[in-house]
């Protein structure tokens, strides 16, 4: 089995960047939050095991339903709950929402804070959803290790392809791939793995990274 040193690592992961950012130019996050930020916090938790498409439905009756951050926030929960169920798991995922949105009122002045250690504050954010928002809303370098990022960037061979821990793999490619790369990469990877790198059909005989994919060289 090939294995590639760190600077190769960097190299390869750098010039996956490249190519996708030729590919998929406009690097858009998934979530179609219109800009707003406490909006994107209350997708990115409703995007856990739920795909994004579902989520955006989902979202199109919930901000109707409550168009501001101060609704939501003392919206009903039973009510809150009855809309995000299609998104699994909706009890907690409303209690975390309404509690996220009521404590962005009550002790940020309703501004989303642009930390991770004051993100991780907010009910129900984790480290993916608070890079997320620190890439979309503060433009600042980050790792969004979602199940592509962490599937495609193993094929790669930037760590074991056995290894699924996000934290381990965030913390992996924070070092790799350069800070100006991040965020975009991260938007891009994921519809990378939607088109051509998919879990299961992986199209690696059309794949722009075949050459450098060490998944496709080990085939060999």
Not at 102 to 123: A, F, I, Q, W
Request: proline residues 5%; aromatic residues 6%.
């Amino acid at each position: 089995m090939k294995k590639l040193s760190e600077k190769q690592k960097k190299l390869n992961i750098n010039e996956a960047a490249k190519r996708l950012e030729a590919v998929y130019p406009s690097a858009e996050c998934a979530l179609k939050y219109n800009g707003e930020p406490w909006k994107l916090l209350v997708m990115g938790r409703l995007s856990a095991q739920c795909t994004d498409a579902r989520v955006n439905i989902v979202c199109e009756e919930l901000f109707a339903r409550f168009p501001t951050l101060y609704e939501l926030a003392y919206g009903e929960l039973d009510e809150i709950a009855r809309i995000v169920r299609p998104c699994g798991l909706f009890n907690t995922k409303a209690k975390n929402i309404k509690d996220a949105c009521l404590m962005l009122v009550t002790t940020y002045n309703g501004v989303l804070p642009d930390s991770m250690d004051e993100l991780l504050k907010l009910p129900g954010v984790g480290r993916k959803i608070a890079n997320l928002l620190l890439g979309d809303i503060y433009g600042l370098p980050s790792i969004v290790a979602d199940t592509h990022c962490i599937r495609i960037c193993g094929r790669l061979g930037m760590y074991d392809q056995k290894l699924k821990d996000p934290t381990r793999v965030e913390k992996i490619l924070t070092k790799l791939v350069l800070p100006g790369y991040q965020t975009d990469f991260c938007h891009r990877i994921v519809q990378f793995g939607r088109d051509t790198c998919s879990a299961r059909s992986p199209k690696c005989n059309e794949c722009v990274l075949g050459d450098i994919c060490l998944h496709n060289r080990n085939k060999e």
